[in-house]
C-alpha cells in the first residue's frame, strides 16, 4: 500500500469521541435486538417476517473468503427451499488460501470441496479479495451477486485503530475490484412494506431498528448485481462503517488511478446462521488457531447488500 492512501484513510476514521458514541448506539441496538428475540421467543402465537433468502435460482454467485466452503454446501447440497433449483454450475466459491494450505488449516475442507465440484460448482483457490478482476480465471467474467461472509483481514493487530484500518483497508479494496465483476443493468427495486423513517443524517444505514420490519424478504429482483457483506453488528466490527465507505468512500490518493466506486445501499437484514444447513464460520488462522470463532458478542449477523451508483 502506498503511504499517500494510508493517509487518506486515516483521516476516514472516526474521532475517538465519534467512534464512543458509535459504539454505545451499537450497544443500545444490540440490548434491543436481544430484548426483541425474547420478546418472539416467549410469544409464540406472534407473527415474524420470514429470514431473508437474498439469491434466486437463475443468479450467478460469486463467493468470497470461503475457509472450508461450509457455506458454498449449504447453498448446493441443502439450501431452503427457494433455492432448491439453484444449478450449481451458477456458483464459483472461492478461498483467498492456495489448496494445500486450506486442507491443512480446515480439516474437513477437502471432503467438502470434492461434494462441491463433483455437483459441478467451481472452487477457485488463492483469489485475493482485493484483485478479483485481475485474477486469470475471472477476466471479463460478471456475477450477479458478489458475497463476502464475514470478512477480515487476519493480521492480528491489537491496536484498535490500526486494526480498524487495516480491515476498512481490505474492505474498500474489495469493492473496488468487485465494482468490475459485477452484471450490469439498471439499479434493482427493493420494495418497501411501509415508508421508511430514519433520521436525515449519515447515520442511518448503522442505526434503523429492525430493518427486516421495513422490507421485504425475498431476493432482490433483476438489474445490475449486487455485493452481500455479512458482519456481526457489534463492536468492533461497526467501528469499520462498512456503509459509510461503500456510500462514500474517501478519495484515491495514487496519481492517475480512477476515483473509488461509489456504491447504494439497498437494504440490510438479519443474518440467520441456522437456515444454511451445515454453515460454520471459520476464522481466517484456521483450526490449528482454534479457529472456529464467534464473531462478536452479543447482537446481530447482519447483511448489507449494495448495488453500484449511477
Excluded at 420478546?39 to 434466486?56: A, D, L, M, V
Excluded at 457489534?234 to 456504491?263: H, I, M
Amino acid at each position: 500500500m502506498g503511504h499517500g492512501k494510508k493517509v487518506s484513510l486515516k483521516a476516514t476514521l472516526q474521532s475517538q469521541q465519534t467512534r464512543l458514541k458509535a459504539e454505545k448506539k451499537a450497544e443500545h441496538a444490540a440490548q434491543v435486538a436481544e430484548q426483541k428475540g425474547k420478546r418472539k421467543t416467549q410469544n409464540t402465537k406472534g407473527k415474524s417476517n420470514p429470514p431473508t433468502i437474498p439469491f434466486r435460482p437463475i443468479d450467478t454467485i460469486l463467493l468470497i473468503g470461503e475457509g472450508n466452503f461450509s457455506f458454498a454446501r449449504a447453498l448446493l447440497v441443502d439450501p431452503p427451499d427457494e433455492l432448491e433449483h439453484l444449478p450449481p454450475a451458477g456458483v464459483t466459491a472461492t478461498s483467498y488460501d492456495s489448496e494445500e494450505d486450506c486442507y491443512a488449516k480446515y480439516s474437513d475442507a477437502r471432503k467438502i470441496v470434492e461434494t462441491l465440484r463433483s455437483r459441478g460448482a467451481e472452487v477457485v483457490f488463492g483469489v485475493d479479495a482485493a484483485k478479483l478482476h485481475k485474477h486469470s480465471s475471472f477476466k471479463g467474467r460478471r456475477w450477479d451477486r458478489i458475497v463476502w461472509n464475514f470478512p477480515h483481514a487476519g493480521k492480528g493487530i491489537t491496536d484498535q485503530d490500526r486494526n480498524i484500518l487495516s480491515n476498512q483497508r481490505l474492505i474498500l479494496d474489495f469493492l473496488r475490484s468487485a465494482s468490475h465483476c459485477l452484471s450490469l443493468g439498471p439499479i434493482p427495486l427493493v420494495h418497501q412494506k411501509r415508508p421508511r423513517k430514519v433520521p436525515d443524517d449519515d447515520d442511518e444505514d448503522m442505526n434503523v431498528e429492525d430493518p427486516e420490519d421495513l422490507l421485504p424478504s425475498t431476493a432482490v429482483g433483476s438489474g445490475r448485481g449486487t455485493i452481500l457483506i455479512t458482519l456481526r453488528n457489534v463492536p468492533p466490527y461497526t467501528t469499520w462503517d462498512v456503509p459509510r465507505l461503500a456510500k462514500t468512500p474517501p478519495k484515491s490518493s495514487r496519481t492517475g488511478e480512477t476515483p473509488n466506486p461509489r456504491f447504494k445501499l439497498l437494504r440490510s437484514f438479519v443474518f440467520h446462521r441456522s437456515i444454511w444447513k451445515g454453515y460454520e464460520h471459520r476464522m481466517t488462522k484456521g483450526e490449528r488457531a482454534h479457529g472456529q470463532g464467534t464473531t462478536g458478542v452479543g447482537g446481530e449477523d447482519r447483511t448489507w447488500e449494495f448495488c453500484l451508483q449511477d
